[in-house]
């Protein structure tokens, strides 16, 4: 079941009413209700993969309560190290068992070896085990650091696990967060109803009519590179960058305002990157529950920057080739990985990754500063060059892509592939970002007007702009399932 699916908008509204009408004075039936239907909304891709789920809940409910009660060090670090090993192990088979197979078999092929048997199989990744995984090993660890206690209540401790509106795409909750919440009775609030609502809206128009409306664009300068002079591969990859900032965040703000509708807050996860200065702040903008995720529990652990300047620098290597290896079995995904490390590499040996921590561009002014727009542009190029080998199928083709820029570096035209006007994206585009930079300071008010009529106006227009871009014949699943 997706968020922008028929049958989300009949399971939804229908966990609502049992929720607050028939369990309202009931905070652990809700609980229960919410773990059942959590099941029922992961189990309707397959079912089979709920055991990894609940296999996953039992092995950290049970690490975490060891952690706790053991008070020599070493066999803390020991019961860590089951939490860390199952959940690692769990990803490392589904996830990249055939890659390191077909990269030794190619490692072999180099030096003039052929292997004829080979051991790959035909494994299906289950949705969203990255993301639950690394929720279930943070409770381990936060325990493990003694900045939490463990919970003995099975059911809660499994709700947070499964809580279904960022099951599959975060964001990565800490225990502290969602699970103090899910152990506490939740009101129900009229204000932070109508709040998730506006979320879900926005996040579906940034779902439907940004990134489903270029997905057919994308696809078909990605696919058919090789024909395609340099302004058509520039528009392409900027556009993916629309498509996959619309398709995660709006998966984001969805899953935030479901959450909101339940009494529930879960953590701001895009903070409009596309309007960061640096490298640096992109990262504190873009997939923030990822980012904090791997500050916590690998940066911060390996010294972090209170070590020399050269083991700082191996620290950010180390997080991003991680992060780049934590998005896909894939070579292109560690040379993103490995790109973005070296964009980042200056930002922090000049001492500016952090300046503009608690900021926005254009603090004080309605429009941003002409150094401002500069380094906007520049940030925005570097993310964007990026992915290229984000998107691209292999090493080989994402090369290739850079090559034909380089070697085909002249303009013409590009025709939508379904033959729509370009000027209509463009423009919706061009809005889309002016009205982005409107609402730059607060992530979660994206309909914050004083005026009743304006925000029945706002709706209207996004509602009418959801129905023009709608496009039937698009794969609607998110982008970030496949991680």
């Not at 409910?61 to 020599?72: D, K, L, M, P, W």
């Not at 479901?258 to 903070?271: C, D, H, P």
């Not at 303009?411 to 463009?426: A, K, L, N, S, T």
């Amino acid at each position: 079941m997706v968020f922008n699916s028929l049958d989300y908008f009949i399971f939804l509204p229908t966990v609502f009413f049992v929720y607050w009408v028939i369990l309202k004075k009931h905070w652990k039936a809700q609980n229960i209700f919410i773990l059942i239907c959590s099941y029922i909304f992961y189990g309707l891709w397959d079912w089979r993969f709920l055991s990894l789920i609940l296999l996953s809940t039992l092995v950290d409910y049970f690490v975490g309560i060891q952690i706790h009660s053991t008070q020599e060090k070493s066999k803390r670090k020991g019961w860590l190290w089951v939490s860390v090993l199952f959940n690692v192990g769990l990803l490392g088979f589904f996830k990249y068992f055939n890659f390191f197979v077909d990269s030794w078999i190619d490692f072999a092929s180099f030096f003039g070896y052929t292997i004829k048997s080979t051991w790959t199989l035909k494994v299906i990744l289950p949705v969203g085990i990255s993301f639950y995984t690394f929720q279930t090993m943070s409770y381990s660890f936060d325990i493990y650091y003694k900045r939490l206690k463990p919970t003995k209540d099975f059911l809660s401790f499994a709700t947070f696990v499964s809580f279904f509106p960022q099951l599959v795409a975060g964001p990565i909750e800490r225990a502290s967060n969602l699970l103090s919440q899910i152990l506490n009775k939740r009101n129900f609030d009229y204000a932070q109803v109508v709040s998730g609502l506006k979320l879900i809206l926005w996040g579906l128009f940034k779902k439907v009519a940004i990134a489903d409306a270029v997905a057919p664009i994308v696809d078909d300068i990605f696919a058919n590179y090789t024909t395609y002079p340099a302004s058509t591969l520039i528009l392409g990859v900027t556009l993916f960058s629309f498509q996959v900032y619309g398709d995660f965040s709006g998966y984001s703000d969805i899953a935030i305002g479901t959450a909101k509708l339940f009494g529930v807050e879960l953590m701001s996860n895009f903070k409009f990157p596309n309007f960061s200065r640096n490298v640096a702040e992109y990262w504190q903008r873009w997939h923030v529950s990822l980012s904090t995720w791997f500050r916590h529990y690998v940066y911060i652990p390996l010294g972090g920057s209170r070590v020399s300047k050269l083991k700082s620098i191996r620290n950010i290597c180390i997080v991003f080739l991680v992060s780049g290896f934590w998005h896909g079995a894939n070579w292109t995904f560690i040379f993103w990985g490995a790109f973005h490390a070296l964009a980042f590499i200056p930002v922090f040996l000049m001492g500016r990754n952090t300046i503009y921590k608690n900021s926005v561009v254009g603090e004080n002014s309605i429009f941003p500063s002409f150094v401002e727009i500069g380094q906007l542009i520049l940030t925005f190029g570097i993310v964007t060059f990026s992915r290229i080998f984000f998107r691209s199928e292999s090493i080989t083709a994402a090369f290739g892509f850079i090559n034909q820029i380089v070697s085909n570096f002249s303009y013409e035209i590009y025709y939508h592939p379904m033959g729509y006007r370009m000027i209509d994206y463009y423009i919706l585009l061009a809005l889309f970002v002016l009205y982005e930079y409107k609402i730059r300071k607060d992530e979660r008010a994206p309909f914050k007007f004083k005026s009743g009529v304006v925000r029945f106006v706002a709706y209207t227009v996004v509602i009418l702009l959801m129905m023009l871009f709608y496009d039937d014949g698009v794969d609607r699943s998110f982008i970030y399932f496949q991680f």
